[in-house]
């Protein structure tokens, strides 16, 4: 059984930074595209960041510049680190891993950007 958990999430002012990490269990981590989505209320979700297993990134136009995603195949673990957050970043982001046909999901965090 795959399971993806977030964490870092939280409040945070105009113009500040967050670090979201993602930690993966019960599956080979190295073999996986790894992505950072995010749902706003009444919005559909949407990608915001991804990362290939030979670190290839990209991200989605309203972030670049500013966000930054990363993995650590030791640490089974993929990272979006935040900078000069704006209120339209507020949303539930959600960490995802995918190997073909095989893709699953975390929880999700919160992100609130508002002063």
């Known amino acids: 059984q795959v399971q993806l958990v977030e964490s870092g999430g939280g409040l945070v002012q105009p113009g500040g930074s967050l670090r979201l990490s993602c930690a993966a269990s019960g599956t080979i981590f190295n073999f996986y595209t790894m992505g950072w989505y995010r749902q706003a209320p009444g919005k559909p979700r949407e990608l915001v960041a991804a990362?290939?297993?030979?670190?290839?990134?990209n991200y989605a136009d309203s972030v670049k510049g500013r966000f930054t995603i990363s993995r650590d195949n030791a640490k089974n673990t993929v990272y979006l680190q935040m900078n000069s957050l704006k209120p339209e970043d507020t949303a539930v982001y959600y960490c995802?891993?995918?190997?073909?046909?095989?893709?699953?999901w975390g929880q999700g965090t919160q992100v609130t950007v508002s002063s």
């Open positions: 995802n891993a995918n190997w073909g046909r095989k893709d699953y």
């Open positions: 990362i290939t297993t030979r670190d290839t990134t």
